[in-house]
């Protein structure tokens, strides 16, 4: 007998938007807030969009509610960086993960760096000076390689009660001079999270594994 097997594959084409600093208005935070609301407003819901950030310091905070978008960050000649001083809050209902790549997070240890209620993704990032660095809560997956978390209150704290697993591995990490580097309250998996190549160093607590969450640290550094 002879059997045939036969696939139907359906091609869809995913509209993909760039906005960039010499095209956009984007300097000041309520410029990049206006930005931000009208993408939420006119943009497609499936649609991949980037903001390319200057490399400047957003004294203001940032919302982003309506959409799922991309910020990358920026360095000048002089090594300045795209640097928020204020919250930004990620609370979109879409499932698209949100990536924010080499941005600085600098605080004065009184409020939240990054307070995400959704999937959000960091690489190159550094958040340091706040109560907290990173919170994921609500319904949120929240993953960070390559970022550094120094001197917060709390570094990273995972307290959401729902959300995909995205991606398990937290790579590459440096948690340096945090009261608590990790604080893991409520995290909705019981699949266990690495932490490979990531190093821990000065901190007051290292991890907090407050919901008994299953960890691979066997490659991780403690100093």
Not at 108 to 120: D, E, F, H, P, T
Not at 132 to 159: K, P, Q, S
């Amino acid at each position: 007998d002879i059997i045939r097997l036969y696939q139907k594959v359906e091609l869809i084409p995913i509209p993909t938007y760039h906005y960039y600093p010499e095209d956009t208005p984007m300097e000041t935070a309520e410029e990049l807030q206006t930005l931000v609301d009208k993408i939420g407003a006119e943009v497609e819901e499936a649609a991949i969009v980037y903001i390319h950030l200057p490399p400047v310091t957003y004294t203001g905070g940032l919302t982003i509610e309506q959409c799922s978008v991309n910020l990358i960050g920026s360095t000048d000649e002089k090594g300045r960086r795209t640097t928020f001083t204020s919250t930004v809050r990620l609370s979109s209902t879409l499932d698209n993960i949100v990536y924010f790549d080499d941005i600085d997070f600098v605080g004065n240890r009184n409020s939240i760096g990054i307070s995400a209620a959704s999937q959000l993704h960091l690489t190159g990032c550094s958040l340091s000076g706040w109560k907290t660095g990173l919170l994921g809560y609500g319904y949120a997956w929240v993953n960070a390689d390559e970022c550094v978390f120094e001197d917060n209150l709390v570094g990273f704290h995972f307290n959401a009660t729902g959300g995909y697993v995205s991606d398990r591995s937290y790579l590459d990490n440096v948690f340096r001079n945090n009261g608590t580097a990790v604080l893991l309250e409520q995290v909705p998996t019981d699949t266990d999270l690495i932490f490979g190549g990531t190093r821990f160093s000065g901190n007051g607590t290292d991890i907090d594994n407050r919901c008994g969450q299953a960890l691979d640290i066997s490659k991780a550094i403690f100093e």
